[in-house]
Structure formats: C-alpha cells, structure tokens
C-alpha cells in the first residue's frame, strides 16, 4: 500500500469521529499554544528589560555601598541599608587626575513624601542630586532650569519637578518661582524636567528634583549616598575606568585588601550580561515547565488511540485477511497519531501567535515599548515536537494493533 493511501485512510478515519478527534487534539493545542506563548513573551519582555537598561545610556557605570559578588546583586539590591558612600567619594570620581575617562559623576540620595501646593496634595519620589545630573542621566529641562552648584553647596531649597509631578500639582499652570512644601519645609519651583517615561520599570517623571546635600541634611537626615553614577567618554573606556573608581575608593576608604570593598561598581555592560542570563534561564525554565502540558496531551493521545485500536479490531482483522501487512497496520495507526499531533500543533501555534500578539498590543497600549517577538525557530520546533510526541506516543497503539491475530481480530465481539 502506498504511503498516500494510508495517510488518506488514516485523515478519513479521523474524519469519522470529528469530535472525539479534537478533543484529542486539545491537550497538543494547549501544550503548544503554551509553550509558544512563554517564548514569545519571555523574548519580548527580555527585549524590553534590556531596552530599558540600554535607554540609560551604555557608557554608564553605577557606584553602590557595600560589597558584593563580582555575579552577585549589592546589599542595597536586597533592601539592605549600607552607608558606605560618602559625598566626599563623588568629588574624588570627578576628578581627572582619578578617573581620566570620565564625563560627568552624579550623586544620589532616595526618599519618598508628598509635596504641597495650595490645596493639591501629591506622593512623589524625593531624588537628591547633583547639578551634574543632567549630563550623567542625558536629559534635559523642559522649562525653568535645574539648580546650579552654588545652589548645591549652599543647601538651597530649590526644587525642579517632573514632568508627572507637575501636571498632578499645577495641573498646566505656570509652576516657576512658587512655593511648595516638601515635608513640611517649604521649597521654590525653578524647573520642571522633560517628560522621559520609564527607564528600568521605573517611571522618571513622578519625583523631584532637589540638591543632594539639601536632601540629606534638611528631609531625610542622613550623610550618606544612596549611589553614585559616572558617565565615560566611551564604552571602550569602561572596563580602565571601572579599576580606576575601585582604586580611588579603595584609597578613599583606606582599604588595602580588594576582598575587603565596601562598595560595588558595575557598569551598564555586566548589567546586560547578567540581566541576559537570568531573563534566559527564567525563559527556558517557564518553557520546561509549559512543555509539561505537551507530555500530558501525548499520553490523551496514546489512551484515545489505544480505544480507537479496541474499537477497530475486527476492521484490522478484515484488513489483514484481504492482504495488509503488520507493518501497513502500524503505520497507519501511526499516521493517524501524527495526524492528530500535527493538527493540534498547527492550531497550538495558531492560537499562540494571535495570544502573543495580543498581549504585545495590550503592553503598547499600557505604554511599554514592547515588540512582539516571534523567531522562525520556535515555530519549526513547535511543529517538530507535535510530530515527534505524535510517533512516541503512537508507538504503542500502532504496535499493539499491528500484533493483532487477523483470525482472531475477525472472530472478536
């Protein structure tokens, strides 16, 4: 018998039990839709947390306090307190003399309150830094200024809002020069910054703006940094100037041994290697467990094809006596599992592409810049193990009516 024969029996023989056959299907529908579904959003979102680590800039290296594996997260990652960094420790980054490569140093302090003006009321993110933020973090202002280094130095209570910030509390109205209150302290509007979205799922615009020094001492009562970014000239440079902050802070803190650092630095690059390995190891980890499902509608397929086999017993039988081989017999048993895997691949994928692709219109719409990310790859394997599952499972029916007796098989009730 040809191959095209069996395939047309086999297709047909599915036919004739239309509904039993998708239900059949569905556990490899599921299966698949799943597994598509996990790697297209896990890419995406891995497309997404590296774009926001990117938008920062790659010439970026971030001081933290407190010390760390060289692959492993600070202390200050885990929620720990350490006060380690000094303002003392950004002045000495900033100089030429210490870190030659180095545009700009940033420090920063972090906290949280609401700020007041008239009757308005709002929450906000309280970020104290200094005047050279602006050339570390490659934004700029959309009205006003920001406060200068004289304003710095003079603990000054100025304040530039963000951009989020100010339509919650002036909504459009002209903010410069008013008096608003921060704590209780009463701080003068100079500026307010350029809308800049979310940079590492963090929004930028619904905090302040006020001088390092003026954070510590007057609202958060501390005198230390939270961290310190630095801005190289260019991404050649960052692994020279990363050892360059190290040797500097080493002698700013009067620190001999190198396993003994009460700081961490990273730069922008080891961040994107680190983040890549983890988002892969998530990604692959999430698909092991949605393949689960493919493993489940292989043994419903393996037990449907085990009943189909008890209920065609005497049609094997009449097969074999009109002259069908065993192996005729097992192939189209197996034909008719693949049959059934593929369909189900086929609509699996189907239904995983149109649920990936909306999920990614869905995360546009919430304002993410999220691409919907599909590769050739993932569909020629997620059709290549619905095939696969389909001859594994449909080894044993196939075989278990291949064996049968066709003078048995003829006599069966």
Known sequence: ??????????????????????????????????????????????????????????NLIGILPGASDENGPPATALGITVTT?????????????????????????????????????????????????????????EFGRFFSTEEENDYSRVVV???????????????????????????????????????????????????VKTAQKILLGINHLGFIRLRVDDTKNLDESTEAIKATLREQHEINDPTKDDFSVRNVQQALSVLTGVTDALKFFLVAIAAIALIVGGIGIMNIMLVSVNERIREIGLRKALGATSANIQIQFLLETVVIAFGGGLIGTTLGLLLAALVAVVANYLGYTWHFIVTIDSVILASSVSIIIGLIFGLYPARKAAKLDPIEALRYE
């Open 1 to 58: 018998m040809s191959f095209l024969y069996l395939l047309k029996n086999s297709v047909n023989s599915l036919l004739a039990h239309k509904m039993r056959s998708f239900l059949t299907m569905l556990g490899m529908i599921i299966g698949i839709a799943a597994v598509l579904i996990i790697m297209s959003i896990g890419a995406s979102a891995q497309d997404l947390i590296l774009g926001q680590i990117r938008s920062v800039g790659s």
């Open 85 to 141: 960094l000094k303002f003392d420790d950004a002045l000495a980054l900033a100089k030429k003399e210490n870190v030659p490569h180095a545009l700009a140093v940033a420090a920063y302090v972090k906290g949280t309150g609401t700020i007041s003006w008239q009757n308005r009321n709002v929450d906000t993110s309280i970020t104290g830094t200094t005047a050279s933020y602006l050339d570390v973090e490659d934004t700029e202002v």
């Open 161 to 211: 809002l963000g951009s989020q910030t100010y339509d919650d509390l002036f909504a459009g109205q002209d903010p410069i020069g008013q008096t608003v209150k921060i704590k209780r302290e009463q701080f003068k509007v100079i500026g307010v910054m350029k809308e800049r979205g979310a940079v590492a799922f963090q929004s930028q615009d619904n905090q302040i703006f006020i001088p």
